[in-house]
């Protein structure tokens, strides 16, 4: 009998993944322990060729990365990163341990796989800010990383920082072709993989995946809205900061006729008000819209500011109560919810704050809503080295 | 290239979340199991008949399944320490 960290007794039996075990003692795949609570600050990982081919062969037998092309982190490589942080920061300052593994957090490790990813070296910062994020317990990461729905991290980007290291906001910002977008979303992903353990089967028990888990981060086109940067409307002013939001792939929602802005609206409503999200069956779970620009201007010009928009979701993304106790016997709804008849429209979400509005993409009719993983909340956090 | 040393990208592991070793099932004889429920379907009916075929095979005695919030969740603290309180081995299992 051992301790867990809690404190409390545990004995831990056979082996959850495949059942198997051989004379009534087992290991975990992959639960090998390889050194005491200090931060890895050694290249000690001997490579005799660099060659990008071998480098993915040797990258791939140990179990590291995403299955694409990485780039060797080598000390220069890293150490570059790290050079491009203000003075007086401790690189090996451990910052967190991630869920499932445990994996301990310096910005070493950050920019290791910041290097693997294709990252520019003044970019680190966002992916520090990002992993500050999903490490606060709200976020639930241990669930977003070991369930079986596909979530992945969301990273939204926003402020000065968007143009100053070159992410995209405008056209096509949700990828592909734009180096800062794409690395920095890998490099994230990467640290989920490495430093996390989300790896599918062992501590990632998605059932399908999602596109997503590769690479998943956007910005905030401040510029093409109308209303105030979104991290304002979450207590944060900063001149720059990063937003997670754990959730499913971009929905997409179209409306080229744009005739009027309630009908914009009850499109983008239409879109949320759906059973298959785990957003129906957890009430609390946020929906995040992301509106095009022309969207947004529509939206604004009918006089419309952004809690507006929020309150006409909570008010028009609606289904009959008996759909939703139909649908679903395990549930996570508000009490006033619960006591609801069949025939009264129950919001896909309890509040007009669980709909969270703000802008990016470029020219054109469209938008988009990212659905929840359900069990967690988003984390806006003010960018920092 | 000439051979070089290069990052883990894994860092290292905190030793207090690092999964608890295991023990032989023999171990078990004369000691509770309880199970935990993660709330989803099925899971009470698998863990009860799992529980009963552990404890008659350890020599153990069987104190049944209480269940968890939701299985997104970590498990509830006064839930965790009626467990403890309830049996020297907790019986669970992750997703559907």
Same mark, same amino acid.
């Given at each position: 009998m051992s301790e867990r960290f809690d404190g409390s007794p545990a004995t831990t039996i056979g082996t959850p993944e495949t059942g198997a075990c051989e004379e009534d003692v087992c @290991? %975990?795949? &992959?639960?090998?322990v390889d050194g005491p609570a200090i931060a890895v600050t050694q290249a000690d990982v001997p490579l005799a060729d660099d060659d990008p081919e071998a480098f993915l062969e040797f @990258?791939?037998?140990r179990g590291w990365g995403d299955g694409l092309p990485l780039i060797p982190p080598t000390p220069e490589r890293v150490d570059r990163t790290l050079e491009s942080l203000p003075p007086g920061i401790d690189p090996d300052e451990v910052l967190t341990a991630l869920p499932p593994r445990g994996g301990l957090v310096t910005r070493r490790t950050l920019a290791v796989n910041a290097v693997m990813a294709g990252c520019r070296p003044e970019t680190l910062p966002v992916l520090t800010t990002a992993i500050r994020a999903l490490a606060r317990p709200e976020v639930n990461l241990r669930g #977003?990383? @070991?369930?079986?729905?596909? #979530?992945?991290? %969301? %990273?939204i980007v926003h402020g000065e920082a968007v143009d100053a290291l070159g992410f995209n906001a405008g056209l096509g910002a949700f990828g592909p072709g734009n180096r800062a977008n794409a690395s920095v979303g890998r490099a994230l992903r990467l640290v989920m993989l490495n430093v996390a353990g989300a790896r599918p089967g062992a501590g990632d028990a998605s059932t399908q995946g999602q596109p997503s888990k590769y690479a998943y981060c956007v910005a905030e086109n401040a510029t &093409?809205?109308?209303w105030a940067p979104y991290p304002v409307s979450c207590g944060v002013d900063a001149p720059s900061a990063v937003t997670v939001h754990c959730g499913e792939n971009p929905h997409n929602v179209q409306d080229h006729e744009c005739r009027s802005a309630e009908i914009t609206l009850e499109l983008l409503a239409s879109t949320m008000t759906t059973l298959g999200s785990n957003n129906a069956p957890v009430s609390s779970a946020e929906w995040f819209v992301f509106l095009g620009p022309e969207h947004a201007v529509l939206i604004a010009d009918a006089g419309h500011s952004r809690e507006a928009v *929020? *309150?006409?979701f909570f008010e028009h993304a609606r289904l009959p109560m008996g759909r939703f106790r139909r649908a679903f016997e395990i549930a996570q709804y508000a009490d006033w919810e619960e006591a609801l008849g069949d025939d009264d429209p129950k919001p896909i979400a309890r509040g007009a704050d669980r709909f969270r509005v703000l802008v990016t993409g470029g020219a054109g009719k469209h938008s988009c809503v990212v659905p929840s993983w359900g069990m967690t909340s988003s984390v806006t956090l003010p960018l920092e080295a | 290239m000439a !051979?070089?040393?290069?990052?883990? !990208?894994?860092?290292?592991?905190? !030793?207090?979340?690092a999964p608890t070793p295991l023990v032989p099932v023999g171990a078990l004889a004369g000691k509770r199991i309880v199970a935990l429920d993660n709330g989803k379907t099925g899971a009470a009916r698998l863990l009860q008949a799992m529980g009963e075929a552990l404890a008659e095979r350890a020599g153990a005695t069987f104190v049944g399944v209480h269940q968890k919030q939701?299985?997104?969740? !970590?498990c509830e603290p006064d839930l965790l320490e009626r467990l403890t309180s309830e049996a020297e081995v907790v019986l669970t299992g992750t997703a559907d």
């Open positions: @290991a %975990l795949p &992959g639960a090998e @990258a791939e037998a #977003v990383n @070991a369930t079986t729905h596909p #979530v992945a991290p %969301l %990273l &093409g809205s109308p *929020q *309150q006409f | !051979p070089t040393d290069i990052y883990s !990208p894994e860092g290292s592991v905190d !030793p207090n979340a939701t299985a997104a969740t !970590p």
